[in-house]
Nanobody, 123 residues
Framework: QVQLVESGGGSVQAGGSLRLSCAAS????????IGWFRQAPGKEREGVAV????????YGADSVKGRITISQDNAKNTVSLQMNSLKPEDTAMYYC????????????????WGQGTQVTVSS
């Protein structure tokens, strides 16, 4: 059983930065494909980025490309999402999710989900 706990969300002004962290337990992140997703009120969930050993990194929506970086710390068993130049439209609940394997994509069936961390960006 994989357990995921997100942290690092908060309220920032437009142009600011946040670093979200997803701490995994139960499995090593090296054996998982881990993705970050977000969901704003009234909108569908959106894939932000995914990382896995065999996959490398894949970024989702064009709206976030160039402003975010997903990374993995095997020693800490965490996956982080560095978000820069934040915009009000980045406001959402951010979730990390995991599935087993070295390859996946943002459309994969992620079996494990964290509780989410709220990001609020004010103009």
């Amino acid at each position: 059983q994989v357990q995921l706990v997100e942290s690092g969300g908060g309220s920032v002004q437009a142009g600011g930065s946040l670093r979200l962290s997803c701490a995994a337990s139960g499995y090593s992140v090296r054996s998982l494909c881990i993705g970050w997703f977000r969901q704003a009120p009234g909108k569908e969930r959106e894939g932000v980025a995914v990382i896995a050993y065999g996959l490398g990194r894949i970024y989702g929506a064009d709206s976030v490309k160039g402003r975010i970086t997903i990374s993995q710390d095997n020693a800490k068993n965490t996956v982080s999402l560095q978000m820069n130049s934040l915009k009000p439209e980045d406001t959402a609940m951010y979730y990390c999710a995991a599935t087993s394997g070295a390859y996946c994509n943002l459309g994969a069936d992620f079996a494990y989900w964290g509780q989410g961390t709220q990001v609020t960006v004010s103009s």
